[in-house]
């Protein structure tokens, strides 16, 4: 007869049931767990017992929990090199993702201070502005603004209505190569507008990268700030 301090216990088995639903599909990258409710009432115990196993699973990295909002399928980090050529189509490509952007917003204004001298134009001089969304297999992972000078890079707005690619946009206003001249990693808090676009909590950790990428006469060609998604990407530096 088998001693009952052998058991399982209870929080196990259910972190074990949930592995093995995930591990069979039933809930993909991104999805929402059923509630603690419903899952203390699917194992008929209570919900604290359901808590104790989620949090075993948050410890592994399978899943990620949100305060108010639930528990998610958490997804496996994507590798994002960071290097002397900085492709976001190349980089998931290579990671076996499924890259896609989204254009938040395409406009024309006026430089400010910082922009200008990372861009090495006057301040006030005009930059074209686009705002947009980066998606690894249709799950949102950053948050992007990148600035081109217009007096340098005639007809790039345009060229950004045709296409979301940045290397094609460049392409067509005679900037055949371009390379990263220098990048800045931060840590910062979401804020609520990015939490909105990255489905994450307001507060929660994100990478902020801010770079130059230049023409291979050493002139700037774009300068970006990315709000990377702190559980969903890896960056990796590359000398």
């Keep these: 007869m088998r001693d009952s301090s052998d058991k399982t216990p209870i929080w196990k088995a259910i972190a074990g049931a949930l592995r093995s639903d995930l591990a069979d599909g039933r809930y993909k990258t991104g999805d929402k767990l059923p509630t603690e409710a419903a899952l203390a009432e699917r194992f ?5 017992t359901v808590r ?8 592994e990295g399978l899943v990620r929990t949100r305060r108010g909002a639930g528990a998610f399928v958490a997804a496996t980090p994507t590798d994002y090199p ?22 938040l917003a395409l406009d024309e204004r006026a430089a400010t201070i910082g ?13 074209c502005a686009y705002h947009g969304l980066s998606l690894a297999d249709g799950q949102p992972i950053a948050v992007f603004e990148s600035l081109f000078p217009l007096t340098r890079l005639l007809g790039i707005t345009a060229a950004l209505k045709d ?4 290397t ?5 206003v005679g900037i055949d190569d371009y390379t990263r001249a220098s990048t800045r990693l931060t840590a910062v808090r979401a804020m609520p507008t990015h939490a909105l676009l990255l489905d994450v909590a307001e507060g929660d950790p994100l990478l902020k990268s801010s770079g130059v990428n230049q023409c291979a006469r050493g002139q700037p060609v774009e300068y970006g700030r990315t709000w990377f998604a702190g559980d969903r990407v890896t960056l990796t530096l590359e000398t």
Excluded: M, Y
């Excluded at 190349?90 to 989204?102: D, S, T, V, Y």
């Excluded at 922009?115 to 930059?127: K, N, R, S």
């Design 163 to 166: 296409t979301s690619s940045v």
């Design 115 to 127: 922009e200008a001298q990372a861009l090495q134009i006057e301040a006030g001089d005009p930059v």
């Design 52 to 59: 104790h196993g989620i949090s075993a699973l948050v410890e």
């Design 82 to 103: 960071i290097g002397k050529r900085v492709r976001f189509h190349e980089n998931l490509i290579a990671a076996g993702r499924r890259p896609e952007k989204r254009v």
């Design 44 to 48: 008929g115990v209570n919900r604290h």
């Design 168 to 172: 094609q946009a460049l392409g067509v």
